[in-house]
């Protein structure tokens, strides 16, 4: 990531920026690059990890359910903020597709980065088990309960 993780008290400054309004949006770079590029010592890496396809699972299990933000500002936080931020209108009509995702906040999953379109090893998650979270919709999604 650039720029990297913060300490820990800029981190949770972050999450009382979002929970609080000043931060209006999340949003990832989805930075991924050839295993080996990363596969050396970690200052000569590139920065970059697979964020898209963990970063709606990880919000669930980091700040909706250990209670730091509701899911309903979670889901504004991913959509209708960053929209807002480029001055993107959408409105549901009949004849035309939805911007939709379905995802299950009960459902549990394992993140398997040989199951991901990259295969990338995923450096930031250290935990490859993440429950009650949600699939990517670009992989598969999850079973509603």
Partial sequence: MNPPLASREDREALIAGLADGTVDAIATDHAPHEPALKD??????PFGILGFETALALALEEL??????SLMR??????????RILGIERKSRLVK???LTIFSTTHEWTYDVKQT???VPQLALRRPALSKAARSPRSSLAALP
């Fill in 40 to 45: 050396v010592e970690f200052d000569r890496a």
């Fill in 64 to 69: 909706v359910h250990t209670g730091r933000l």
């Fill in 74 to 83: 979670m889901v504004e936080l991913f959509t209708t903020g960053p929209a």
């Fill in 97 to 99: 597709p939805a911007d």
């Fill in 117 to 119: 379109p990259q295969q």
